[in-house]
């Protein structure tokens, strides 16, 4: 058994916010590591609004500040059947998709938010993009997203990013 598999995982009673998850959801933040049981809120709750700010960009079409939140390495999966290795790449990606949205309404339900051992976070959440293109073509998507936070030089940058969309129900 590995050491960190050997942790203790505590969960944390985190009271969701209407902005970050909606009226229905049911948030489990979780912190593994060995640190003391005080900390183990603040990092969670970095990562928590991180994650949230990540959602206030896209819902507020702000590609700069979701840039802001990327390492120069990050790795990108998205509804394209290609990867985007590096911020670069992926900016290109957002500026040319985002460019033609209009409108955009973006959010989280069901975040679930980890830190382990003070310097890797991850969330995991179900997401919705609701918006309509500048020539006024409506767009729904309802997808899940898992982000991987690491501490870089003391700020936590996103290094992996998957959106993926849900199948329609039958």
């Known amino acids: 058994m590995t050491r960190l598999a050997r942790r203790r995982v505590t969960t944390i009673g985190v009271r969701p916010t209407r902005s970050f998850c909606g009226p229905f959801c049911h948030t489990r933040a979780r912190r593994v590591s060995n640190q003391a049981q005080e900390d183990k809120n603040v990092t969670v ?26 390492s120069e390495d990050v790795e990108v999966f998205t509804h394209v059947p ?4 590096g911020k670069q790449l992926f900016a290109k990606y957002l500026n040319e998709t985002f460019g033609a949205i209009g409108s955009t309404s973006f959010g989280f ?3 679930s938010c980890r830190v382990y ?13 609701v918006g309509a293109t500048k020539d006024g073509k409506a767009m729904t998507i309802h997808g899940r997203t898992t982000l991987v936070f690491v501490k870089q030089g003391g ?4 290094v992996s990013c998957h959106f993926s969309t849900r199948p329609p129900t039958p």
């Open 45 to 70: 709750t970095e990562i928590q609004t991180l994650a949230q700010r990540l959602a206030d960009g896209y819902d507020k079409n702000d590609m700069k500040s979701v840039l802001e939140m990327l």
């Open 82 to 85: 290609y990867r985007s290795d």
């Open 109 to 111: 339900r069901q975040p």
């Open 117 to 129: 051992n003070d310097n890797v976070g991850i969330g995991n959440a179900y997401d919705m993009f």
């Open 155 to 158: 700020n936590w940058k996103i």
